[in-house]
């Protein structure tokens, strides 16, 4: 046709293979290649997103350890182990299709998709927990009196962790304590009467801590903070728990993959370990009692307004004020959502003109007051949704929880939730897969105005020199920034192609970050992925005493800002795979102790074919990094 380009049928192999010989003569874009539709994917369905997260996060941790711990498993086991890991990798991979995870998929696929992740967390679980079993085989638990709990660090940097350990037939939570290898009782706070909230100290990078929970003979002389627990599953962002020996204190709901339990601990501290002779919880709040406009923790001193937002949060040791004088922060944005064409897909460009009401304040209280942690909870009322949530203080990490569960029954709706950060800055970060994007806070050109709404992964960081703050999330991928209000996409009620859509019960939790420094130094990327890390547990039944230490490491591993994030066995058979990033755009340096023999390592790719050779002298690889370089090894058994 004249004027058309000319055109013909081809296949897609030619293409790749005619834009790769023609490199040098196409336009190369820099930057995020935005699309200027569909905005609405990043949030609708939020329950089908939350279980695609859960299930990364869950299959990760059962490849790495199952990569550590092969020497300890029996063949048969082995194998049945690859072949259950790789079929539930194949059922999350068919549901990130489109236009299942987009949430633009029609009713009967979100049944089906449902019945697809309990699948895939009932494979999950019970292969974690066979694995978990083999390691716990082998680990020297017979030093400590009581009832020895393995707690797994399946991250690459040590951290402090915080778990929640069943009672198991023991007195009440309130009569136990737990104890390190050392002696030491740990901080801790009874959670109702069956569980123990414990803070962990330092348990080492790809490694466990072992702990031992047993009763205390003056406990009932002390006062001990109980909270009164939320319906189960709340607030929990636990996702790679297992139901393995004894028990686990994280578990995976089989349609969620999330137990009742708080799964991700908190990581910088003051230092958790309690004296013999300090009492738990002596200063402790009665549960329940009415929260007055302001409260006080060793980082924070806080004040609410009287809908229960916070109208100012200071930063104790940096004495910074973190929220814009005369806004407020955890502020509910309410809006009608009417897409002109796609309901799913898109969100109205007109949602911030257009509000659909304020949520009203129903209750505030003081829940838990202990060792561990500060709960405070509040109840909102919102049209005909209702919106309960934990806000949880840590003691010994800078870290704040917003555990929140919505019970949502709206129609043509959009939910964010809003924090006006007092900072100067032009630019947001945005997490991406295996790197980071900056962002423009301000629209002053139409491609900026189009950019109402983008994605994002665990984190978004909004920092000036010296100063920031990052908001960090377990199961959400819709933000925007405008000025310096970080806003948080929730939930979405379209009812076209489905008409149910995100009605009923929601789960998720978001976290506030502040921090000295930039988003680098203050390693934003770890406190994301501890929100998101499946923490496991192991209660042992039986006291062993294997050959491995009560605390240890099993795979040394170096590095400030490059992550191993990936390490499995080879889908061929031969030997195990390495993928590693360097996430802070930086030059970066890695190293790695590989704890079994191996013929030789090699780089690889995506698709683990063998390349260039690496050296490796005593089983150590030294690598360097370009900013966001990715680099995948591949350690050969033959």
């Known amino acids: 046709m004249v004027g058309q380009p000319a055109s013909k049928h081809s296949t897609a192999a030619d293409f790749f293979a005619g834009a790769e010989a023609r490199r040098g003569e196409l336009p190369e874009w820099r930057g995020d290649l935005y699309l200027e539709l569909h905005r609405g994917t990043y949030t609708t369905h939020g329950r089908n997103k939350r279980s695609n997260r859960k299930a990364e996060v869950l299959y ?8 550590l711990a092969l020497t300890q498993l029996e063949a048969g086991l082995d194998a049945r182990l690859r072949s259950e890991l790789h079929d539930g990798w194949k059922l999350i991979l068919l549901n990130q299709f489109h236009d299942i995870i987009p949430g633009s998929a029609i009713t009967e696929a979100y049944v089906t998709s449902e019945k697809e992740y309990g699948t895939i967390f009932e494979k999950g679980r019970e ?68 569980r123990l909230a414990v803070r962990v100290p330092a348990v080492p990078a790809f490694g466990y801590k072992t702990i031992w929970l047993r009763e205390r003979a003056w406990a009932k002389d002390v006062g001990v903070a109980v909270s009164r627990a939320l319906p189960a599953g709340e607030g929990s962002n636990a996702g790679a728990g297992v139901n393995a020996g004894a028990g686990v204190s994280s578990g995976a709901r089989p349609n969620e993959g999330e137990g009742p339990n708080e799964g991700a601990g908190p990581n910088e501290g003051e230092g958790s370990n309690a004296g013999e002779g300090s009492i738990m919880g002596a200063a402790a709040t009665e549960v329940g009692q009415p929260l007055g406009d302001s409260w006080e923790t060793g980082a924070y001193r806080v004040r609410f307004n009287a809908r229960g937002e916070i109208v100012s949060l200071l930063d104790k040791a940096a004495g910074r004020e973190i929220v814009k004088n005369g806004e407020a922060a955890n502020r509910f944005g309410f809006y009608h959502d009417r897409p002109t064409l796609w309901d799913a ?13 304020e949520a ?94 983008v994605c994002g992964h665990r984190f978004v960081d909004v920092s000036e020199h010296g100063y920031g703050v990052s908001l960090l999330n377990d199961c959400k991928y819709g933000y ?5 209000t970080i806003r948080l996409s929730l939930l979405r009620a379209p009812k076209w192609p489905d008409a149910t859509a995100d009605l009923g019960e929601h789960e998720f939790t978001y976290s506030l970050y502040p921090h000295e420094g930039d988003w680098r130094t203050a390693h934003t990327l770890r406190r994301a992925a501890e929100l998101n890390a499946g923490d496991v547990v192991l209660a042992s039944a039986d006291r062993g005493s294997g050959s491995l230490p009560a605390t240890g490491t099993l795979l040394p591993f170096e590095s400030e800002h490059v992550v191993l994030d990936a390490v499995k066995p080879a889908e061929d058979g031969d030997g195990i795979v390495l993928r590693l990033y360097e996430s802070s755009g930086g030059r970066g340096r890695a190293a790695l102790s590989w704890p079994r023999p191996f013929a030789r390592a090699v780089l690889s790719d995506a698709l683990e ?25 591949k350690l050969l058994d033959r």
């Open 60 to 67: 990760r941790e059962a490849e790495l350890w199952h990569a």
């Open 360 to 453: 009203e304040l129903l209750e505030k209280r003081v829940a838990l007051q202990g060792e561990t942690m500060d709960v405070l909870r509040f109840r909102w009322r919102l049209h005909q949704s209702e919106i309960s949530q934990d806000v949880v203080f840590y003691h010994g990490d800078r870290r704040i929880d917003f555990r929140t569960r919505v019970v949502w029954n709206e129609s043509h709706k959009l939910l964010k939730v809003g924090f006006p950060i007092d900072v100067v800055a032009s630019k947001a970060t945005y997490e991406i897969p295996y790197g980071a994007l900056e962002r423009p806070t301000h629209r002053n050109t139409s491609w900026e105005q189009a950019q109402y709404e």
């Open 480 to 484: 925007d920034v405008q000025g310096t």
């Open 345 to 357: 897909w898109d969100i109205d460009e007109r949602y911030e003109l257009q509000p659909a009401g």
């Open 609 to 633: 074919a063998n390349g260039a050779a690496l050296g490796a002298a005593d089983g150590r690889i030294e690598l360097a990094f370009a900013p966001f370089e990715i680099k995948t090894v």
């Open 127 to 194: 292969s974690l927990g066979a694995i978990l079993l083999a390691l716990a085989g082998g680990i020297d638990t017979a030093a400590g009196e009581g009832v020895p709990y393995v707690v797994f660090n399946g991250l690459g940097w040590a951290r402090d962790v915080q778990v929640e350990l069943a009672a198991q037939g023991m007195s009440s939570a309130g009569g136990l304590a737990a104890y390190d290898g050392e002696g030491v009782r740990l901080a801790a706070d009874a959670v109702g009467e069956e």
